[in-house]
């Protein structure tokens, strides 16, 4: 039995107002709380040191940049590191990344129990769009404030086991998966801002939307047979609602913790990596049963081309 506690720190909203030492104090208390129940790894949110700003229009850039972090760790996380290395813990949380050649980056991090980052993953499918869009009923401007994540979707070896992120849109793309997947993967840990509504959909609220995210990460455990576990920032965001549904998903894709609230909330499960292999070893051993002479579109084409196109 290779088991790794692991908690899901969902987080209630943060206001553009709030500082990050006020986030930082109320991760360092999920923390703890995590650390008190055993944990061994405790999972954060998607940008979670700040509101999801994407959702602001900006236009000065200096304005954006302060929404960035330029270092990890740094002056307003170190005390989040200090505390997860005094107790033992490994940690994994998402900010956005400025990098000193200039690249801003919507990334996430993972840690070993000394504090030391031993992974960095940096977001590849990015909703939204550039441009202020007067058609939507809020904006969603993550391609303007971001470029794809270059580094791709890795796994590292970490307590023992297989560890790859990715990063909240990611979660709907069976790619994602696949491609950590084939490396092995046993755990991998995302986070999320999820709006309640769909800005283009005024129909399509929380109930829809929780089920399209819990589908989509169950579908990935199961079809990879690895552990998900996918943390929301949820709640309303200075008049915007995000939505909560935490989960923590076993490798047969059923749900074995979830959060009930929309508010900072822990969700705990000792998950046992040696319950991936069975997945791994029939239906889903990939070396005998793939067939990638019909995938190669995947690979050569992104949109939709009917035959004779
Ligand atoms: N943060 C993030 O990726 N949110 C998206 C919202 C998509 S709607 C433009 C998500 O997939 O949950």
């Given at each position: 039995m290779r088991e790794i506690v692991i908690g899901g720190a969902q987080m209630g909203p943060i206001q553009k107002a709030d500082s990050r030492a006020a986030v930082v104090a109320r991760m360092i208390a999920l923390l703890d709380r995590g650390a008190d129940g055993g944990c061994d790894l405790v999972v954060f949110p998607e940008?979670?040191?700040?509101?999801?700003?994407?959702r602001w229009m900006m236009e000065d850039q200096a304005e954006v940049d302060?929404?960035?972090?330029?270092?990890?760790?740094n002056g307003a996380t170190e005390p989040l590191f200090a505390r997860a290395r005094e107790r033992g813990i490994a940690i994994s949380f998402g900010y956005a990344e400025l990098t000193p050649e200039g690249r801003h980056f919507n990334t996430s991090i993972l840690t070993d129990r000394t504090g030391a980052i031993v992974g960095k993953y940096r977001k590849v499918h990015l909703p939204g769009h550039a441009e202020y869009d007067?058609?939507?009923?809020?904006?969603?401007l993550e391609k303007r404030y971001f470029e794809p994540?270059?580094?791709?979707f890795r796994v590292w070896r970490n307590m023992d086991a297989w560890m790859g992120m990715c990063i909240c849109n990611d979660r709907r793309w069976p790619e994602t998966y696949r491609v950590m997947g084939l490396q092995g993967a046993e755990l991998i840990t995302l986070g999320y801002n999820t709006p309640s509504v769909n800005s283009q959909m005024s129909?399509?609220?929380p109930e829809q939307r929780l089920y399209h995210s819990e589908l989509s990460m169950k579908a990935g455990a199961y079809q990879n047979s690895a552990w998900v576990v996918g943390v929301a920032k949820a709640g309303d965001e200075d008049g915007h609602p995000l939505l909560g549904g935490s989960v923590i998903v076993d490798p047969?894709?059923?749900?074995?913790a979830r959060a009930e609230?929309?508010?900072?909330e822990l969700i705990v499960h000792a998950c046992?990596?040696?319950?991936?292999?069975f997945g791994k070893e029939t239906i889903f051993d990939f070396k005998r049963h793939?067939?990638?002479?019909?995938?190669g579109r995947i690979c050569s084409q992104t949109g939709v081309e009917h035959p004779g196109d």
């Amino acid at each position: 039995m290779r088991e790794i506690v692991i908690g899901g720190a969902q987080m209630g909203p943060i206001q553009k107002a709030d500082s990050r030492a006020a986030v930082v104090a109320r991760m360092i208390a999920l923390l703890d709380r995590g650390a008190d129940g055993g944990c061994d790894l405790v999972v954060f949110p998607e940008l979670c040191l700040t509101t999801f700003f994407p959702r602001w229009m900006m236009e000065d850039q200096a304005e954006v940049d302060r929404w960035f972090e330029r270092e990890m760790p740094n002056g307003a996380t170190e005390p989040l590191f200090a505390r997860a290395r005094e107790r033992g813990i490994a940690i994994s949380f998402g900010y956005a990344e400025l990098t000193p050649e200039g690249r801003h980056f919507n990334t996430s991090i993972l840690t070993d129990r000394t504090g030391a980052i031993v992974g960095k993953y940096r977001k590849v499918h990015l909703p939204g769009h550039a441009e202020y869009d007067p058609d939507r009923a809020f904006q969603h401007l993550e391609k303007r404030y971001f470029e794809p994540g270059d580094l791709g979707f890795r796994v590292w070896r970490n307590m023992d086991a297989w560890m790859g992120m990715c990063i909240c849109n990611d979660r709907r793309w069976p790619e994602t998966y696949r491609v950590m997947g084939l490396q092995g993967a046993e755990l991998i840990t995302l986070g999320y801002n999820t709006p309640s509504v769909n800005s283009q959909m005024s129909d399509e609220g929380p109930e829809q939307r929780l089920y399209h995210s819990e589908l989509s990460m169950k579908a990935g455990a199961y079809q990879n047979s690895a552990w998900v576990v996918g943390v929301a920032k949820a709640g309303d965001e200075d008049g915007h609602p995000l939505l909560g549904g935490s989960v923590i998903v076993d490798p047969n894709g059923f749900v074995v913790a979830r959060a009930e609230t929309e508010a900072d909330e822990l969700i705990v499960h000792a998950c046992d990596m040696d319950a991936c292999t069975f997945g791994k070893e029939t239906i889903f051993d990939f070396k005998r049963h793939r067939r990638i002479e019909h995938y190669g579109r995947i690979c050569s084409q992104t949109g939709v081309e009917h035959p004779g196109d």
